[in-house]
């Protein structure tokens, strides 16, 4: 049964917070034990909250989500949701909009466009600034923009209702009806040229269970979204959602927090250099660690903590939000718990805690020392000039090419796999112990899945390093192995 309204707004906390509750940026994976397939694990409300009108309506929420991971509206419109927008607003949302139309390729500016005036602030009058955005471009083919009036266009193609009245159309618009009719606008056109994400999506046929596999990247911006309808469909019609760990399992994360520090009579000076140790300490009021603080913690913990330092500023340039926040596995994380699907944890945080201790003394100073070098010679990005940005904006559009058309061979040439460590033997324990020892586990895991006799259907998301392997030997390839038809969707 659905939760009620109010259960449904307190999880609105989940919409921007849900980042803050993995301590383990990209690297919070390890192999573990997971409740069965067919057992529910209920969502838990993060941030209690109470019903007021500084939340969307519950037929908006979920379309106010996609908005703002499609980036179309600033964060600080989640002040009031009910409030009449404003002209800044309306010009806001036409730039948001605006914006993410032209990142669809083969779509450009025309020459000559002039701002149009706003007249006033009803939903007839926003309906056609979001119209004369669309005219603004060219595009590969003929939209026929030119034959029919704003409403009409709308109306054709779904965003808006069929029967809205012209009464309707005097009305004022308010904040989250404006979000609903650009995010509806940048949905369709995203489908209409075959641009939305098609990820790292595959389904696998020959067990009981109808069960779909995406592949996540832990970190992104928003020109990730929208999803495509094949992967969002699959999502729909899941009952259960997969993910590397639930990371709503409060008693599982409290049993990671105690593992963090060193409890055997041993301190960091201990697992480390005394070289490596000095250096840590002469720089440790940078990441606001007092000596005794750092001391108690173990060293695999250290590199992650520093890491969460450096990670948003390197991996984008919009500071507004972290890029982990556009994280695959968290955008669904969110979705799912919002739409009271059941949560499914194929690992979990204690045994994370275990496989990072399994590191020997050597991987987990070299994995610390390189997170300290990242932390301290990433970019300034003030201090760059237009060639160093222009660089960064290309790799980081390369990068998220591959992801959106689901090129698998492209992402085996970006990712490293063993992290850019050079010695050998800490490479081969690396790549080992983070990726083949918890791909086999994930292997066991989703083939309890397909075996559930119940017949749910399962939407799985783990890091796409695990589906997609440089040796022929990842989780996919597993599958194929063991007799399942493994087929890539795009």
């Known amino acids: ?8 707004l307190k999880r609105w906390g989940l919409f921007t917070l849900i980042g803050a509750l993995a301590i383990m940026p990209l690297m919070a994976e390890e192999v573990t034990e997971a409740d069965a397939p067919s057992e529910e694990i209920e969502a838990t ?31 600080g419109w989640h002040d009031n949701f009910k409030i009449k927008m404003s002209k800044e607003q309306i010009e806001e949302l036409q730039l ?29 009058e926003v309906i056609k600034q979001l119209f004369g955005v669309i005219k603004q471009f060219a595009y590969p083919k003929e939209l ?9 266009f709308m109306k054709a193609h779904g965003i808006i209702d069929s029967k809205t009245s012209k009464i309707a159309l005097k009305n004022p618009c308010t904040v ?52 495509s309808k094949k992967v969002l469909d699959a999502y729909n019609k899941a009952d259960v959602v997969g993910f590397e760990i639930d990371e709503s399992n409060e008693a599982d994360y409290d049993k990671f927090i105690k593992a963090i520090r060193y409890t055997d009579g041993t301190s960091l000076k201990d697992h480390v250099s005394k070289a490596t140790y000095e250096l840590l300490l002469s720089y440790s009021d940078l990441f606001d660690l007092t000596e005794e603080e750092m001391s108690q913690l173990k060293v695999w913990y250290l590199s992650s ?3 969460s330092y450096s990670t948003d500023d390197t991996m984008q340039l919009d500071k507004s939000e972290g890029s982990s926040d556009y ?62 940005l222009w660089e960064l904006e290309k790799s980081s559009s390369e990068w998220l090419t591959l992801i959106k058309n689901g090129d698998i061979e492209g992402f085996k040439k970006y990712y490293s796999q063993d992290d850019g460590i050079k010695d050998k033997e800490l490479s081969a324990e690396y790549t080992q112990k983070l990726l083949t020892n918890r791909d086999k586990g994930m292997v066991e895991k989703i083939e309890k899945c397909l075996k559930d006799d119940q017949k749910n259907t399962y939407f799985i998301i783990v890091g796409a390093a695990h589906y997609i392997s440089h040796t022929n030997s990842g989780v996919i390839d597993q599958l194929k192995q063991k007799g399942y038809n493994v087929t890539q969707i795009k």
């Open 1 to 8: 049964m659905k939760s009620s309204y109010k259960e449904r």
């Open 45 to 75: 409300n993060v941030i209690p909250q109470e019903e007021s009108d500084d939340y969307p309506s519950v037929w908006a929420v979920d379309i106010v989500m996609e908005g703002q991971n499609y980036g179309i509206y600033p964060l």
């Open 96 to 124: 948001g909009v605006e914006t993410r139309i032209s990142q669809i390729p083969g779509v450009r500016l025309k020459d000559g466009n002039t701002d149009s005036v706003i007249k006033g602030a009803t939903k007839g």
């Open 144 to 152: 026929g923009l030119n034959k029919v009036d704003a409403v009409t």
């Open 176 to 227: 989250e009806e404006g979000i609903v009719l650009g995010t509806r606008l940048v949905d369709w056109l995203y489908e209409e040229f075959d641009a939305s994400t098609k990820g790292y999506f595959w389904k696998v046929d020959g067990g009981k269970s109808e069960v779909y596999l995406l592949g996540s990247v832990h970190a992104a911006d928003s020109r990730l979204y929208p999803f």
């Open 305 to 307: 903590y520093i890491s």
């Open 327 to 388: 994280g695959v596995d968290n955008y669904f994380f969110t979705k799912a718990h919002f739409d009271d699907k059941k949560i499914y944890g194929l690992e979990s945080y204690e045994l994370q805690a275990g496989m990072f201790d399994s590191f020997s003394d050597d991987l987990q100073e070299t994995v610390l020392l390189q997170s300290l070098g990242s932390f301290l010679y990433s970019p300034s990005y003030s201090d760059w000039d237009e060639d160093d």
